[in-house]
Each structure stands twice: as C-alpha cells, then as structure tokens.
C-alpha cells in the first residue's frame, strides 16, 4: 500500500502539514510485502499556484498510485478526485509528525474524511 502524507518537510520526523494542497512536500510510505517501509517525499510542485492548488495536488499525487493520503485537511475539489478513484483520506493534526500520522493510520486511530451530500 501507497499513502501520501502532507508535511513540511522530507523525513518522517517532518511535521503533517495542515494544508493538503499548500503543503511543500508529500513523504511517500510504501509498505512493502518483506515487511519493511520504502520512504520517498515528493515536492509539491502545486503548492506555490494562484489558484487550483489542491486539484493540482491531487493529480500529482493520484499519478503516484497512491491508495491513501493523510493530511490536516483536504479540500473538496481535491476529495472529489480522490473519492471517484477510490483513494481513501484520513485527517490527521499538524501537530503531528509524519511517522506518528503513519503510525496512527495503521492503528486505526486516523478519522477518515467524508463530504456531506445535500
């Protein structure tokens, strides 16, 4: 499994960045079948845009094959892309690091995002 992490910075020590499509980075947690983590962090190359920022994110991170993004919050354009291919969003603090956003995942413990339908 994929799972995109927006953070501040490159390293799991980073902290979760608030802002899905603002944020300056995605560390990428690939969990391997040999029971060991391939960590890569990704720069957002959406982040510094006038407008569209999380749309853009999203398509970058879509193109990475990710199945899961954690971030502090996600904005709806960039959830509906997300929902309609069934890439999953968890919410976590911007207090947290990247590895306690992880772990917290894995635990179950990560409230996952859903859109309110009218």
């Known amino acids: 499994m994929k799972i995109a992490i927006s953070s501040t910075g490159e390293t799991l020590a980073s902290k979760v960045d608030p802002r899905f499509g603002r944020a300056p980075y995605f560390v990428i947690v690939e969990e391997r079948p040999e029971d060991c983590l391939k960590i890569d962090a990704l720069k957002n190359t959406a982040a510094d845009a006038a407008m569209g920022a999380g749309t853009d994110a999203a398509q970058q991170v879509v193109r990475e094959r990710i199945e899961a993004v954690i971030s502090g919050a996600v904005g709806p354009n960039a ?40």
């Open 79 to 118: 959830f509906e892309i997300f929902e309609k291919l069934g890439v999953e969003v968890f919410l976590a603090r911007g207090d947290m690091s990247v590895k306690e956003a992880y772990e917290q995942f894995k635990q179950g413990a990560l409230q996952r995002m859903r859109i309110k339908r009218l």
